[in-house]
């Protein structure tokens, strides 16, 4: 498997992605929003693609599917109940359903609600596993709930599948806001080292060169995996006097998002 990561550079930070088969040249294309980097990176690289693929229904990531799909003859996959809210799906997936992507790439569809209730994310197979997460988990952060999702669907995704993925899985998220991710971390775990140094190392980065983190590294860094640590929750109780004792990890993920949604 050959992942590009495109830095669409426009004011959402987008992320959109190319994955091929090396052996076919046979490309999926990934919330393709700048359908015409896309198509260039896939030109350039001799692929072509078949398939897009729209992790869920907001403008900033199916806007490219209609030019992408006039230019191509790609076919276009999404969750099963986004049919009402992306028009034209070829696909409708769902849990455990198997994307193959020429003759050796397969990804997995999770069903991962939350930021909306028709989102999924892609689990790749092979020897280095990746999550293509949309707007699910971004680095050191997670998706808002605005725009039809809810924090308590979030928060099961978090716990109920994306925390039981290995350490060594790959994390590409729909856009970059790793330095002000970081930044909440902190704000939230002052005495968190490794997403002070990983700050250091990141906030001047090049998103068209952009760092990957693991799962592993996500749990180190990212608050919103952070639900038992206890600077968390002393920081969190400044903010909400009312807090229990011993707060569940469900509390704890809910108030963070509340948080951060002002932060």
């Known amino acids: 498997m050959i992942v590009e990561q495109i830095w ?32 260039a990176s896939a030109k350039r690289r001799g692929w072509t693609i078949t398939q897009v ?37 070829d696909r409708g997936l769902e849990a455990g359903d198997v994307i193959s992507v020429g003759k050796t790439v397969e990804l997995e569809s999770l069903d991962t609600p939350g930021h909306t209730m028709s989102h999924v994310c892609l689990l790749s197979h092979g020897e280095v596993p990746a999550l293509f997460c949309g707007d ?27 925390a039981g993925l290995g350490d060594e899985t790959l994390v590409y998220p729909g856009h970059d806001y790793f330095a002000n991710n970081l930044g909440f971390t902190l704000d939230r775990e002052p005495d968190n080292q490794e997403a002070k140094a990983l700050l250091e190392r990141v906030a001047d980065q090049d998103p068209s060169r952009a760092m990957v983190t693991t799962i592993g590294q996500e ?43 002002k932060w």
């Open 53 to 89: 693929l729209n992790t869920h229904e907001h403008g900033d990531h199916i806007g490219g599917n209609r030019a992408m799909i006039a230019k191509t003859g790609a076919k276009l996959l999404a969750h099963a109940n986004a049919k009402d809210k992306i028009p034209g799906i």
């Open 136 to 162: 699910t988990l971004f680095n050191a952060g997670a998706g808002n709930c605005h725009g039809g999702g809810h924090p308590r669907a979030l928060y099961g995704t978090f716990a109920g599948q994306l």
């Open 8 to 39: 669409t550079a426009n004011a959402y930070r987008n992320f959109n992605y190319l994955i091929a088969c090396p052996e076919t040249g046979e490309a999926l294309a990934i919330d393709p929003l700048d359908h015409r980097k896309c198509l």
């Open 219 to 261: 749990k180190e860094i990212n608050a919103f995996f952070r639900l038992h640590s206890p600077t968390v929750i002393e920081t969190l109780r400044l903010a909400f006097p009312d807090l229990p004792e011993q707060p569940d990890p469900e509390t704890v993920f809910i108030k963070l998002r509340e948080l951060r949604n």
